[in-house]
C-alpha cells in the first residue's frame, strides 16, 4: 500500500472528533477523565459505557466496557492505541492540567518541547497512553532554510509550566 495520495490531500477542515477506548473499569475511568482531568460526563449508557467532553461537546472521548470489562491492557509488542492527545488552547490551562495530574499523585512518563507543542505523558488506569499538550502559535513553528517543518524533541521545564497554572 502506498503513502502516496493521488486525489490530493484531505480537505483541511477535517479533524478528529473523539476517540473512543476499551476500559476494564467504567468507574475508574470516569475517575480519571472527569474527576482528575476535568472532563464533564455528556451521557451515559448504563454500566457499559460513557461519553464525556469539554465545553459542551456531545462527546470527545467515549468510554466502554463492552468488550473488556476486567480485561487487562494489551501486551507489549501487540499493535493497538499509542495514546490520545488532548490539546489545550494555551500555556496556562496546559498548566492547570499538569497540576490536576500531580495533585492526584499521577506519575508523568515524560515531558517535551517539541518545538511546535509542549507535551506532558502519562497513562490512564487502563495503562492507555495520554499526552496533554498545547499547541505553539504557527508563527512560532520551527522551520529550515527552506521553510520545511522541523519539529524536535528537547526537555520540557515542567516546573516553570506548572508556575503558570490558572
Given at each position: 500500500m502506498s503513502a502516496g495520495n493521488a486525489s490530493g490531500p484531505i480537505d483541511p477542515r477535517v479533524d478528529i472528533g473523539h476517540v473512543h477506548l476499551k476500559v476494564a473499569d467504567l468507574e475508574r475511568a470516569l475517575?480519571?477523565?472527569?474527576?482528575?482531568?476535568?472532563?464533564?460526563?455528556?451521557?451515559?449508557?448504563?454500566?457499559?459505557?460513557?461519553?464525556?467532553?469539554?465545553?459542551?461537546?456531545?462527546?470527545?472521548?467515549?468510554?466502554?466496557?463492552?468488550?473488556?470489562?476486567?480485561?487487562?491492557?494489551?501486551?507489549?509488542?501487540?499493535?493497538?492505541?499509542?495514546?490520545?492527545?488532548?490539546?489545550?488552547?494555551?500555556?496556562?490551562?496546559?498548566?492547570?492540567?499538569?497540576?490536576?495530574?500531580?495533585?492526584?499523585?499521577?506519575r508523568l512518563d515524560g515531558a517535551s518541547d517539541h518545538g511546535v507543542s509542549e507535551a506532558l505523558y502519562l497513562r490512564d488506569p487502563d495503562d492507555n497512553g495520554v499526552e496533554l499538550y498545547r499547541d505553539r502559535p504557527r508563527e512560532e513553528w520551527p522551520r529550515d532554510a527552506s521553510g520545511a517543518l522541523v519539529m524536535t524533541t528537547g526537555p520540557l521545564d515542567v516546573r516553570a509550566l506548572l508556575r503558570e497554572a490558572l
Open positions: 475517575a480519571f477523565y472527569c474527576g482528575v482531568l476535568g472532563f464533564e460526563l455528556t451521557q451515559r449508557y448504563g454500566d457499559g459505557a460513557a461519553f464525556v467532553s469539554a465545553g459542551g461537546y456531545h462527546h470527545h472521548i467515549g468510554l466502554n466496557t463492552w468488550e473488556s470489562l476486567g480485561g487487562s491492557p494489551p501486551p507489549p509488542g501487540t499493535t493497538g492505541l499509542y495514546h490520545t492527545a488532548i490539546r489545550y488552547p494555551d500555556r496556562a490551562a496546559l498548566a492547570d492540567a499538569l497540576r490536576r495530574v500531580l495533585d492526584a499523585g499521577i
